[in-house]
């Protein structure tokens, strides 16, 4: 087991998604008109590009998303030892949380999770 | 059995760079680099890095890449391809390449490899009792400082992001 059961799923993935793929190009009814490849947009025609630029706010919350998300990185390993270490565990985790807690204050003091 | 899962590894993770590198739609690109970060973590599964393995999921796969995918969104005109390069600039790339490929190629064959038997694999509860250890070869202090360039990278996200916004408020401060 191990490694050999990988291998199955894995070819057993592959195998699924293209043969149902396969499968239903070639049993399907096929038609290709101009119209089916414009954007859906409610019945109407499309006016103007159908790319919009995002607002710079998606990208501020990226960003504070990712420094969370490595602050959870280093909370799953004090996580598992929490218990053999104790009291002082505890105390670190404190510290560490409390320097992190200042940036999410400094973010809320200025206006950066306010949505604009 | 561990060869050939290695070998699908590596071949998904070449694929999908050179698809990376190559396809003229950025949002495409970044979503082929989503791949090879993937499997990039599945190599790490293979030779038993389970922590680093989920390290690479959630930072590289799940926050590295939703930042690229938003940076892209950013953005002006994300509709437009890529222009193909001239025929010369192409050319003198393929030679920068090629014997970027050489060098490489050249040092790994030269190198006399000694393979160590390693059967311990490293645990999160390692990782975690290094991390939080204050004795002789603890991490504590790196551990505290790690939050404080956490820190750092906030406050200056914020400012870079937020920056004419804060100017106006200091300015009506002034005025």
């Given at each position: 087991?191990?490694?050999?059961?990988?291998?199955?799923?894995?070819?057993?993935?592959?195998?699924?998604?293209?043969?149902?793929?396969?499968?239903?190009?070639?049993?399907?009814?096929?038609?290709d008109?101009?119209?089916?490849?414009?954007?859906?947009?409610?019945?109407?025609?499309?006016?103007?590009?159908?790319?919009?630029?995002?607002?710079?706010?998606?990208?501020?919350?990226?960003?504070?998303?990712?420094?969370?998300d490595?602050?959870?990185?280093?909370?799953?390993?004090?996580?598992?030892?929490?218990?053999?270490?104790?009291?002082?565990?505890?105390?670190e985790?404190?510290?560490f949380?409390?320097?992190?807690?200042?940036?999410?204050?400094?973010?809320?003091?200025?206006?950066?999770?306010?949505?604009? | 059995?561990?060869?050939?899962?290695?070998?699908?590894?590596?071949l998904?993770?070449?694929?999908?760079?050179?698809?990376?590198?190559?396809?003229?739609k950025?949002?495409?690109?970044?979503?082929?680099?989503?791949?090879?970060?993937?499997?990039?973590?599945?190599?790490?599964?293979?030779?038993?890095?389970?922590?680093?393995?989920?390290?690479?999921?959630?930072?590289?796969?799940?926050?590295?890449?939703?930042?690229?995918?938003?940076?892209?969104?950013?953005v002006?005109?994300?509709?437009?391809?890529?222009?193909?390069?001239?025929?010369?600039?192409?050319?003198?790339?393929?030679?920068?390449?090629?014997?970027?490929?050489?060098?490489?190629?050249?040092?790994?064959y030269?190198?006399?490899?000694?393979?160590?038997?390693?059967?311990?694999?490293?645990?999160?509860?390692?990782?975690?009792?290094?991390?939080l250890?204050?004795?002789?070869?603890?991490?504590?202090?790196?551990?505290?400082?790690i939050?404080?360039?956490?820190?750092?990278?906030?406050?200056?996200?914020?400012?870079?992001a937020?920056?004419?916004?804060?100017?106006?408020?200091?300015?009506?401060?002034?005025?």
């Amino acid at each position: 087991m191990g490694s050999e059961a990988i291998i199955v799923f894995f070819l057993a993935g592959v195998v699924l998604v293209a043969g149902s793929n396969f499968l239903s190009n070639l049993i399907s009814h096929k038609s290709d008109n101009a119209q089916k490849r414009e954007p859906y947009e409610s019945g109407m025609k499309t006016i103007g590009p159908t790319w919009v630029q995002f607002k710079v706010g998606y990208y501020l919350f990226a960003i504070l998303f990712l420094i969370f998300d490595v602050e959870v990185a280093f909370l799953v390993p004090w996580a598992v030892v929490f218990q053999d270490f104790g009291g002082v565990a505890f105390i670190e985790i404190i510290i560490f949380l409390f320097i992190l807690g200042l940036g999410l204050l400094y973010a809320w003091k200025k206006g950066a999770l306010k949505w604009e | 059995m561990e060869r050939i899962l290695f070998y699908i590894l590596a071949l998904i993770i070449v694929i999908f760079a050179i698809a990376a590198v190559s396809s003229r739609k950025m949002l495409r690109s970044v979503i082929y680099l989503l791949f090879v970060l993937c499997s990039i973590a599945g190599l790490y599964f293979l030779i038993d890095y389970n922590f680093l393995a989920a390290i690479q999921l959630t930072v590289y796969a799940g926050g590295i890449i939703v930042l690229i995918i938003f940076s892209v969104l950013l953005v002006h005109h994300i509709e437009l391809e890529l222009e193909l390069a001239k025929p010369l600039k192409q050319i003198i790339t393929a030679l920068a390449c090629l014997v970027g490929i050489g060098v490489i190629l050249t040092t790994i064959y030269s190198y006399d490899f000694k393979v160590i038997e390693n059967d311990t694999a490293i645990t999160t509860a390692d990782v975690g009792s290094k991390l939080l250890s204050y004795d002789q070869g603890g991490f504590i202090l790196p551990f505290e400082v790690i939050s404080v360039v956490l820190l750092a990278a906030m406050i200056g996200a914020i400012i870079i992001a937020k920056g004419k916004q804060v100017e106006k408020h200091e300015n009506k401060r002034i005025e």
